[in-house]
């Protein structure tokens, strides 16, 4: 999240796997911007603001289990505000939300708010900003984050010892989270009995009633469906935990990991372009990549032969 981007629709931004949701002002100044990585899934939401000038992007999350919602926003120091300003924007969303951006010390009118709606302050007292003013070093917080008592155990925040060569500092939130597995499983359509699926569909709306209610048509026409697809096509068990699962080779090391690698880059330039030359590299690839793993085997079988010939003798 960042607040003041300075950008106007003239100015394109690209991050490499990240999708940017932007605020822009017309005048240059100002503006706000999300990037969300692409494994987020988000809905960007409208807001109508009776204070127009309050800067504000409003997201939906999808796909992370306890944070619904995700308010970002900059206030401007010059513009005037008041406490029906701020209750607005602590009653846009219900729970699982973050309420994080440069608020421009308006204190008192913002935690009014922040506690009428159920909402905790995530802030530590560490300084947000720092800077020259009149010779003199100054310190101040205006970048806060506030989230719904609901989630508000989950997160930590903290300032770094970083600001990018602005006089914000910048702040790390985490939070711990379980990502939504939406799909479970999914239907096996390679080993589908097409024949044995089509002969239940037959038998099955051969005397389907048409009802009058275009719904409870529609609901019997899928319970049928469901019901051909279980018998025909199986289901495809999806790991729910491929990290808890997955056991590395204890024989694998990088330089078989490398060689893996630029066997399968042979691969797919052979594909591309199928030449004797290509051919050629593949199958040298191939053959050395073989090698080595063959070869890390059985020396890591060797080493557990030896260990339990060593317990022999000396015990």
């Known amino acids: 999240m960042i607040s003041e981007t300075w950008l106007d629709e003239e100015d394109s931004v690209r991050v490499g796997n ?23 899934k988000i809905i960007q939401k409208n807001v109508r603001m009776t204070n127009t000038n309050i800067e504000i992007i409003y997201v939906q999350i999808l796909n ?7 308010i970002f926003l900059y206030s401007p120091p010059t513009i005037t505000t008041n406490q029906s300003d701020w209750d607005q924007i602590f009653r846009i969303a219900g729970t699982g939300t973050l309420v994080s951006g440069d608020f421009n010390r308006r204190g008192e009118m913002i935690y009014q708010a922040m506690f009428e709606n159920n909402y905790m302050c995530l802030n530590n007292g560490a300084a947000t900003r720092i800077r020259i003013a009149d010779g003199n070093w100054q310190q101040s917080s205006p970048d806060i984050s506030f989230v719904t008592t609901d989630i508000a155990i989950k997160f930590t925040w903290y300032s770094t010892n970083e600001s990018l060569g602005s006089d914000h500092i910048v702040i790390k939130l985490t939070y711990g989270y379980e990502r939504l597995h939406l799909y479970t499983k999914k239907r096996n359509y390679k080993k589908a009995k097409w024949k044995e699926f089509q002969e239940v569909c037959e038998q099955h709306f051969s005397n389907l009633p048409i009802l009058n209610d275009v719904q409870s048509s529609y609901d019997t026409f899928v319970n049928k469906l469901d ?35 630029e066997r399968r880059l042979a691969l797919a330039k052979l ?14 690839k191939l053959g050395f990549a073989q090698n080595l793993i063959t070869t890390a085997r059985y020396k890591k079988l060797d080493r557990v032969l030896y260990k339990y010939w060593l317990r022999d003798i000396y015990h």
């Open 64 to 70: 992370i289990a306890g944070i619904n919602n995700i």
């Open 227 to 261: 019901y051909a697809a279980e018998e025909a096509i199986p289901w495809i068990k999806i790991c729910q935990d491929p990290n808890n699962k997955f056991r590395p080779k204890p024989y694998w090391d990088s330089n078989i990991s490398k060689a893996v690698a």
């Open 271 to 284: 594909r591309r372009n199928p030449t004797p030359e290509n051919y050629k590299m593949y199958k040298e």
């Open 18 to 40: 990240y999708n940017i949701i932007r605020r822009d002002r017309e005048d240059g100044y100002g503006g706000v911007c999300i990037l969300f990585h692409k494994s987020v």
